[in-house]
């Protein structure tokens, strides 16, 4: 049976707008990014509220105290196929914002502040779809709201979410610019430390220069990265790339260093794995081994995360396509992402899924802001799919 409003619930929280700077207001500023960040104890008790508010039985996962993520169900009568709608509550760091970051500025149509692009934007539009699409009785199966934490950084809300609940299918509302994203990048995080020997400066004859034998894998990274460009291309992602993020090494002005330490990101396109790309880098720095003399190396996975393809042909794509291009007036723009998202999660886990979103810019900037015409189209997708899909 679809969810009830208890008798105070305000009809006014079916306005995404509104709902969106209430979410705005409250920091989530995520604490494995920014030490001393908020996390996501009070967005998540305001959600919870909103949504018990609109007649969804809502689970609370919390292996990691202080960082909650949420599951509410509004059950459905019963025979239709079930659909989760996945959005992260963290945000990146407020420093360095132009403005009030937690103030929900309007101006020309747009609002400002930090999530509203990225992901609050989304969070609302999901929830008020679901609210609304529930609330019109012509649901038969179950609509799953994934509230999630840390998606910003490792995303282990989704992890802990997709333990205990399942869906036929998703939808994750990132940002995507109204457009229907079917793709995108994955990553491996590896660390390659190289070795020299420690002596005093004056005594060629005995050190060994870490930093400058890094040097040589420094310039393998960079024809390795030309020939991954040069290589075979995917056609909404092109190619994978890989660049050096950080590099370490060296004690003293007056000392050999004994090891030099460089951290590289690997971005990856459908087909390709971290297992693969750690291959790829052991034959590279094998090949310096045997050429330079004096040359050893220790190469140490990181983490790494899957890319993700979807099939045009799920029904959840071509379910939520056509409503885009109802509301839209077109049909919507099929693209790839080339940062990862938790969509890959759900995929890894048997979900067929998409990621369709507000509009807007500045993720991540001084300055975020969502095109607030974008919300609402967003929102009324949104509910005419899970009405479509669930029914």
């Not at 390709?272 to 291959?279: C, F, G, L, N, Y």
């Not at 983490?303 to 794509?317: G, H, N, T």
Request: negative net charge; proline residues 5%; contains cysteine.
């Amino acid at each position: 049976m679809s969810p009830t409003a208890s008798p105070d619930a305000d009809a006014q929280d079916l306005d995404p707008e509104r709902l969106l700077a209430r979410l705005v207001a409250i920091d989530s500023v995520n604490p494995a990014l920014v030490p001393g960040g908020a996390g996501e104890g009070a967005i998540a008790d305001f959600c919870a509220r909103w949504l018990t508010g609109h007649g969804f039985e809502v689970h609370r996962l919390e292996r990691r105290p202080g960082r909650p993520s949420l599951v509410a169900i509004a059950r459905g009568a019963g025979g239709g196929r079930s659909l989760m709608l996945n959005g992260h509550l963290d945000t990146v760091g407020l420093a360095g914002y132009d403005g009030d970051p937690l103030s929900a500025r309007r101006d020309d149509g747009r609002m400002h502040g930090r999530g509203t692009f990225d992901m609050k934007g989304g969070l609302a539009a999901m929830m008020v779809a679901a609210a609304r699409a529930a609330a019109g009785g012509r649901v038969r199966g179950d609509v799953l709201l994934a509230c999630v934490a840390d998606e910003e950084h490792g995303s282990f809300g989704t992890e802990e979410v997709l333990e205990s609940f399942t869906a036929d299918a998703a939808i994750v509302t990132e940002p995507s610019h109204l457009q229907v994203t079917l793709a995108h990048k994955g990553f491996a995080w590896f660390e390659v430390e190289i070795a020299g020997r420690a002596a005093h400066g004056s005594r060629p004859d005995l050190g060994v220069d870490a930093i400058a034998k890094a040097g040589h894998f420094l310039v393998a990274l960079e024809d390795l990265g030309a020939r991954l460009a040069a290589g075979p291309a995917h056609p909404l992602l092109g190619t994978g790339t890989v660049h050096a993020s950080l590099i370490q090494g060296g004690e003293e002005l007056s000392t050999y260093p004994a090891r030099c330490r460089v951290w590289l990101e690997r971005r990856t396109v459908p087909g390709e794995s971290a297992t693969a790309v750690e291959a790829e880098l052991t034959a590279v720095l094998d090949r310096l081994a045997a050429a330079v003399p004096g040359f050893r190396y220790r190469l140490t996975p990181g983490l790494s995360r899957e890319p993700f393809e979807a099939d045009q042909e799920w029904e959840i794509v071509r379910t939520l396509t056509r409503h885009a291009e109802a509301v839209l007036g077109h049909p919507p723009v099929v693209r790839a992402e080339p940062f990862w998202t938790d969509a890959a999660l759900l995929d890894r886990a048997g979900i067929p899924c998409l990621l369709f979103g507000v509009d807007g810019e500045g993720a991540h900037a001084a300055d975020e802001w969502v095109d607030l015409a974008s919300l609402h189209r967003l929102t009324e997708v949104l509910a005419a799919t899970i009405t479509d899909f669930c029914a």
